[in-house]
């Protein structure tokens, strides 16, 4: 005799449909902050384009800036990802080359995605503060960077950028605690140094394409870009063998 299918439990099953229309806001609030950008989005808008009274939302979200967090949180965990994955798939590579796999991942990320791009890193939005739960997974792409620079120190793969690198005293007392963060005990300030200006280079030129700034003298920003970041590569030391 066959046994019929045990019924969902009703738990189970609210617990979906939440989560369903959860997403289904999250979808529709990242249309809105595409075609109007952050600062204009509405949960009244969101709940209109869903056809639910905008008095529902609020069991998902407690206000605009909650949904913005979401949005936010969202997108960090998805450039993360993306990078941890070109990380991972290049373990076998030089350094160097690592570093410029992993720019170029982040830069198709942030092409296919520039409206959740700007979100992360464009103008902030006026009124918000981003909370703390945005820092674990705004750290997850630099971390997969750092990573790279970690397995060549590790592997006698990383040179000390020392001799055409000054850091003064206080820079140098800057970095104490950011040595232990990253978790790069042993490497010279100079690297780490070198490290930031990699970093901050990259999304740099990232945001100066997103944003229009190389228009005009720029023929080919994916080609200036991969240079861009072979340079910085070399600069930070990275082997390319």
């Known amino acids: 005799?066959?046994?019929?299918?045990?019924?969902?439990?009703?738990?189970?099953?609210?617990?979906?449909?939440?989560?369903?229309?959860?997403?289904?806001?999250?979808?529709?609030?990242?249309?809105?902050?595409?075609?109007?950008?952050?600062?204009?989005?509405s949960l009244r808008a969101v709940a209109r384009d869903l056809d639910m009274v905008s008095s529902a939302l609020y069991r998902y979200f407690a206000g605009r800036d909650e949904l913005l967090t979401a949005l936010i949180i969202d997108a960090y965990d998805s450039l993360g990802a993306h990078a941890?994955?070109?990380?991972?798939?290049?373990?076998?590579?030089?350094?160097?080359?690592?570093?410029?796999?992993?720019?170029?991942?982040?830069?198709?990320w942030a092409i296919g995605r520039p409206h959740e791009y700007a979100l992360l890193y464009g103008t902030p939005v006026p009124g918000y503060a981003a909370?703390?739960?945005?820092?674990?997974?705004?750290?997850?792409?630099?971390?997969?960077?750092?990573r790279i620079v970690r397995d060549a120190a590790r592997d006698?793969?990383?040179?000390?950028?020392?001799?055409t690198t000054t850091v003064s005293a206080p820079t140098s007392e800057s970095f104490?605690?950011?040595r232990t963060e990253?978790?790069?005990?042993?490497?010279?300030?100079?690297?780490?140094?070198?490290?930031?200006?990699?970093?901050?280079?990259?999304?740099?030129l990232l945001t100066f394409e997103l944003f229009g700034q190389t228009?005009?003298?720029v023929h080919d920003d994916e080609r200036l870009f991969r240079d861009a970041t072979a340079t910085m590569a070399r600069h930070l030391g990275l082997g390319d063998h």
């Open 131 to 146: 909370p703390d739960d945005t820092v674990a997974p705004g750290t997850r792409v630099s971390r997969a960077l750092i």
């Open 215 to 217: 228009r005009n003298f």
């Open 1 to 41: 005799m066959a046994t019929s299918t045990p019924p969902v439990p009703v738990k189970g099953a609210r617990a979906r449909a939440h989560a369903e229309v959860r997403a289904a806001i999250l979808t529709t609030a990242s249309a809105h902050v595409a075609a109007d950008g952050a600062a204009a989005l």
């Open 182 to 204: 990253i978790d790069l005990p042993t490497v010279s300030d100079a690297t780490i140094l070198a490290i930031l200006l990699a970093w901050t280079q990259l999304f740099g």
């Open 176 to 178: 104490v605690l950011l």
């Open 156 to 163: 006698g793969r990383l040179d000390d950028p020392a001799s």
């Open 84 to 108: 941890e994955a070109a990380v991972d798939a290049t373990v076998d590579d030089a350094p160097a080359a690592r570093w410029v796999d992993a720019a170029m991942a982040i830069r198709s």
